[in-house]
């Protein structure tokens, strides 16, 4: 008796696509325009907040997206 055939070399399916929800602080920079230093001056002086999670800093791409349209009207 044979039973099922059996699936040789198949390739796994991508993984899904998601939008990124929270940068860390170098991609945060980036995302900017500016340098880690001037990135945690904003942070310490609050101009924008952030998400610690053990050690690690992270800046929720919305809080990014409001401190940019805080900008643009100044």
Do not use: C, M, S
């Not at 070399?9 to 939008?19: A, G, M, S, W």
């Not at 340098?35 to 053990?54: M, N, Q, S």
């Amino acid at each position: 008796e044979a039973g099922p055939p059996r699936e040789v070399n198949r390739v796994p399916p991508p993984p899904p696509t998601f939008e990124k929800r929270t940068y860390g602080v170098k991609e945060a920079g980036i995302a900017l325009g500016i340098g880690r230093t001037f990135l945690y001056a904003l942070i310490k002086d609050g101009t924008l907040p952030v998400v610690k999670l053990k050690r690690r800093t992270l800046i929720p791409v919305q809080w990014l997206q409001a401190l940019l349209e805080r900008l643009q009207r100044h």
